[in-house]
């Protein structure tokens, strides 16, 4: 009973946030669809893998293709630490936002993440300073910046969980107050190494405020040799 009730809680605050979403920032619904994957090489190392594809509406309306990759070291189960490479790709041509250019970028950086658990409540701590060089189509330039996530994760059952999360992105030049991403989201555990989430994001900018629908994919694999008993 308990769980069916929050599960209409979720999405009586969706509808909500839906409803919010068109009075901030940009008009239209927009949506990200998103892969990640872990994948262990060895008992300390493992590739993460990633691809993010970005619209200014649910289904259209191209803003940013982003791939990332990098490698993860396993200092223990609740510390990982992380240098990677990503290339982002931005149509700036959306007709709510003239100004904006498009954009194409490679991006290094560096993570440390620490978990922790607290009963059923599982939190993870992301630090990452990140690398940016920026080509436009008038100028080429580079910017660095430092981002702290904190999410929190709650299993309702073996299938089903809770994800939330916030973070902060922090200029390491003018102006110092990059975005802020606060996220909300219900996910589906289909294997033990394979889930889905769905949620809702607002993203805010000095200024404006973008809201987004997250649909996210999560499948990690295991290439460590396997030893015959």
Known sequence: MNTK?????????SIINFTNAQDTGEDEWGAWYMYFGTNQISDKLSIHSEA????????SSFNQLLLRTGL???????????????????????????????SNEHRIFEQFILKNKVGKFKFEHR???????????????????????LQLTYPI????????YD???INLQE????????????????????????????NHFTGIN????????????????????
């Open 5 to 13: 009730f929050l599960l209409l809680f979720l999405v009586l605050l």
């Open 52 to 59: 993010q594809f970005r619209y200014y509406e649910v289904t």
């Open 72 to 102: 993860n070291y396993h200092i223990n189960d609740e510390a990982i630490a992380t240098i990677g490479y990503g290339y982002i790709n931005t149509d700036g041509t959306f007709a709510d936002i003239p100004d904006e250019e498009n």
């Open 127 to 149: 630090y990452r300073l990140e690398q940016r060089f920026i080509s436009t189509q008038n100028d080429d330039f580079t910017e660095h910046r430092a981002r702290y996530r």
């Open 157 to 164: 059952n073996e299938k089903w969980f809770l994800n939330a």
């Open 167 to 169: 973070e902060v992105f």
């Open 175 to 202: 102006p110092i107050f990059g975005q802020n991403r606060l996220y909300g989201a219900i996910g589906y555990n289909v294997k033990s190494n394979f889930s889905i989430q769905l949620g809702y994001l607002k």
């Open 210 to 229: 973008f809201d987004r629908l997250q649909l996210g994919v999560i499948y990690n694999t295991d290439f460590r040799k396997k030893e015959n008993n």
